[in-house]
């Protein structure tokens, strides 16, 4: 397995989809339209039959889950051409943007010691959801954000009340990192790195190595803070559509 499928996979166990169903090395995803990664198809390596086979069978289990069809495309791979050459499309008009990149890092390096105002629990509180989804979250979104192998939700509480969130999961020695939330009046102080730092700390002592974050290409604001803590673009992904 390439360095690339392999983080992408990690990366899809860290962000587990309602229904997730093998083709191949392919993984069929679905979960009521919450985010695109657990609503589309990952298709990194083969999927064990003619790409346009394998397209067939992403529109009917799309179909068979109410969702639109979608293929996660790792952008440059051979899964690209074929899904291209098949007559499929990037979806340009995607709400999450058409483009993500896939950035690593090493939490060891900005991770922050405890009592710097960072708590990371195993359970999200009510103020957690109200920042990183809504106040009251569907099964979709619960399933999502709320289940993993190992999964921390971090906050940052200042004068008792909840002005910042992160959500950590760590897959074998990978901490996956999304989710950050920073309340408009709590911004540029700080709050964001401390957050990433102990959440960094929490990874490294159940066991992480290294991180990964996927961040759409124009969330410029998130890809400069994490620049600071020497994330660099590993690879980047797309979103494909029928034409």
Same mark, same amino acid.
């Given at each position: 397995m390439d360095r690339v499928t392999e983080l992408e996979q990690r990366c899809a166990d860290a962000w587990p989809a309602l229904r997730d169903v093998p083709l191949g090395e392919w993984r069929l995803r679905a979960a009521g339209g919450f985010t695109g990664r657990a609503n589309s198809a990952l298709t990194t390596g083969s999927p064990g039959c003619p790409v346009p086979e394998a397209l067939a069978a992403v529109g009917d289990f799309a179909a068979r889950n109410a969702i639109a069809p979608t293929a996660h495309v790792v952008v440059g791979s051979r899964s690209e051409a074929a899904i291209a %050459?098949? =007559? #499929?499309?990037?979806?340009? &008009?995607?709400? $999450? @943007?058409?483009?993500?990149?896939?950035?690593?890092?090493?939490? &060891?390096?900005?991770?922050?010691?405890?009592?710097? $105002? /960072? &708590?990371v629990s195993p359970t999200p509180t009510s103020a957690w959801w109200e920042l990183t989804a809504q106040d009251n979250p569907t099964p979709a979104q619960k399933h999502v954000l709320g289940s993993g192998p190992e999964v921390g939700f971090g906050t940052v509480v200042r004068d008792g009340r909840t002005v910042?969130?992160?959500?950590?999961?760590?897959?074998?020695?990978?901490?996956?990192?999304?989710?950050? !939330?920073? *309340?408009?009046? %709590? *911004?540029? !102080?700080?709050? %964001? *790195? !401390?957050?990433? =730092? $102990?959440? !960094?700390? #929490? @990874?490294?002592?159940? =066991?992480?190595? *290294?991180? %990964?974050?996927? /961040?759409?290409?124009h969330n410029t604001a998130a890809l400069k803070l994490y620049a600071t803590l020497s994330c660099t673009e590993h690879h980047r992904y797309r979103y494909w559509i029928p034409a």
């Open positions: %050459a098949a =007559g #499929w499309r990037i979806d340009v &008009d995607h709400p $999450g @943007g058409a483009e993500s990149l896939v950035l690593t890092g090493r939490p &060891d390096s900005f991770a922050t010691p405890k009592g710097a $105002g /960072v &708590d910042a969130a992160v959500r950590g999961a760590v897959v074998g020695d990978l901490l996956h990192i999304a989710r950050l !939330a920073v *309340r408009p009046e %709590a *911004r540029r !102080a700080g709050v %964001a *790195r !401390a957050l990433m =730092g $102990g959440l !960094a700390a #929490w @990874g490294v002592a159940h =066991g992480a190595t *290294r991180c %990964a974050l996927q /961040v759409a290409e």
